[in-house]
């Protein structure tokens, strides 16, 4: 499984480093075959908006290339969702089979039409924002539908991790991981379409 890590400047990290994390187990554990990731951006370099800067390898790639793809969240996901060409980029993305996201991630992967007739969530700040992307925007911290898999606030981001590790794997390698990563909160083996409803 090949994934791109699309990142931008403003982003939150936390949302990204939270399931890069979990995920990255899959590699490290030798859970899954094959586990690479990349860190992409339209620009070799990008700072956070907490100031932390990180260097980019990959600048605009073929997303097509991937196995799965990830956006993490941030203020300026309400820009960039009327971007057009870093829209256009995500798009490359159309057939790669799982997209993933984070908090306002989900403005981005919606505005690229991968959110169309599904059900999604986002950070409870941007329901709204969110709203004319999907079929139904669910308040929960983990929303999947079929291979799209969408996360609530930032520290849903770890939750989301485990959930895809669980969904790749098992309630086993899933519990292996949260032992690790010193995680208790994850309820493994509770697989569903919506996890952790806010209500």
């Known amino acids: 499984m090949k994934m791109a890590y699309i990142l931008f400047d403003k982003m939150t990290t936390l949302d990204f480093v939270g399931f890069y994390e979990a995920v990255s187990w899959l590699s490290i554990l030798k859970a899954k075959e094959g586990v690479t990731w990349d ?22 790639p073929d997303l097509s290339d991937y196995d799965l793809i990830f956006i993490p969240g941030g203020m300026p996901t309400r820009e960039l969702q009327y971007d057009t060409e870093f829209v256009s980029w995500i798009q490359s993305a159309r ?16 505005a690229a039409g991968f959110l169309h007739g599904k059900m999604a969530t986002t950070n409870p700040s ?32 770890i939750d989301l991790g485990l959930y ?36």
């Open 95 to 110: 057939d790669v089979q799982y997209k993933v996201s984070v908090c306002t991630g989900a403005l981005l992967l919606g």
């Open 39 to 60: 860190l992409c951006s339209n620009k070799e370099e990008i700072t956070d908006d907490r100031g932390m800067t990180i260097k980019i390898k990959h600048v605009n």
């Open 164 to 199: 895809l590790v669980e969904s790749l794997t098992n309630a086993d390698m899933t519990k292996k991981v949260q032992k690790l990563m010193d995680y208790p909160y994850y309820r493994s083996g509770n697989l569903s379409n919506i996890y952790m409803p806010n209500e």
């Open 126 to 157: 941007a329901y709204e924002l969110l709203t004319p992307y999907c079929s139904q925007v669910i308040k929960a911290r983990i929303v999947r539908d079929g291979d799209t898999f969408t996360g609530g606030g930032v520290s849903a981001s």
